[in-house]
C-alpha cells in the first residue's frame, strides 16, 4: 500500500513539475523563438533563467489595467514594467515568477489572448 502511494505522488509530482517547467509549448515549436524574444517594456528578456507558467483564468485578475496573479496560494501584485505589451501568440495567460528567499516577485506577465 506504501509503495502505491508513493509511486502515485512520485508520478504526480513528476507531471507537476513538468507541466510548470515546460512554459513553452513543446507541441508548437514554431513559437519557440517568439518565447526567447519576449521582453519586458524595459528591454529585460522574459526567459532568462524561467521558464513560463500558465495560470487558469480564476487565477488572475485585472482591475483598471493593473494585474495580479494568484501563485503558491497567494496573490501577487503585477508590476507594471513586468507587463508584455505584444499580443499573446500562445493563448493562455502566462507569467514568470521569482522566488526571492521566499518571496514571490513576477519577472513578465502576459495576459491571455481573450483579455
Same mark, same amino acid.
Given at each position: 500500500?506504501k509503495?502505491?502511494?508513493?509511486?502515485?505522488?512520485?508520478?504526480?509530482?513528476?507531471? =507537476?513539475?513538468?507541466?510548470?517547467?515546460? &512554459?513553452?509549448?513543446?507541441?508548437?515549436?514554431?513559437?519557440?523563438? +517568439?518565447?526567447?524574444?519576449?521582453?519586458?517594456?524595459? &528591454?529585460?528578456?522574459?526567459?532568462?533563467?524561467?521558464?513560463?507558467?500558465?495560470? !487558469?483564468?480564476?487565477? +488572475?485578475d485585472?482591475?483598471?489595467?493593473? =494585474?495580479?496573479?494568484?501563485?503558491? &496560494?497567494? +496573490?501577487? !501584485?503585477? #508590476?507594471? !514594467?513586468?507587463?508584455?505589451?505584444? #499580443?499573446?501568440?500562445?493563448?493562455?495567460?502566462?507569467? +514568470?515568477?521569482?522566488?526571492?528567499?521566499?518571496?514571490? =516577485?513576477?519577472?513578465?506577465?502576459?495576459?491571455?489572448?481573450?483579455?
Open positions: 500500500m509503495q502505491a502511494l508513493l509511486a502515485f505522488v512520485l508520478g504526480f509530482s513528476l507531471v =507537476y513539475v513538468i507541466h510548470t517547467a515546460w &512554459g513553452h509549448d513543446h507541441n508548437r515549436p514554431e513559437l519557440d523563438k +517568439w518565447f526567447q524574444e519576449l521582453r519586458r517594456p524595459n &528591454g529585460v528578456s522574459c526567459c532568462e533563467g524561467s521558464e513560463a507558467k500558465h495560470v !487558469e483564468d480564476a487565477d +488572475w485585472s482591475d483598471n489595467g493593473h =494585474y495580479k496573479v494568484r501563485l503558491d &496560494g497567494q +496573490w501577487v !501584485e503585477v #508590476p507594471d !514594467e513586468a507587463v508584455v505589451k505584444e #499580443p499573446n501568440l500562445a493563448g493562455p495567460t502566462l507569467v +514568470w515568477p521569482r522566488n526571492n528567499n521566499g518571496r514571490i =516577485y513576477i519577472l513578465c506577465f502576459l495576459p491571455g489572448s481573450m483579455t
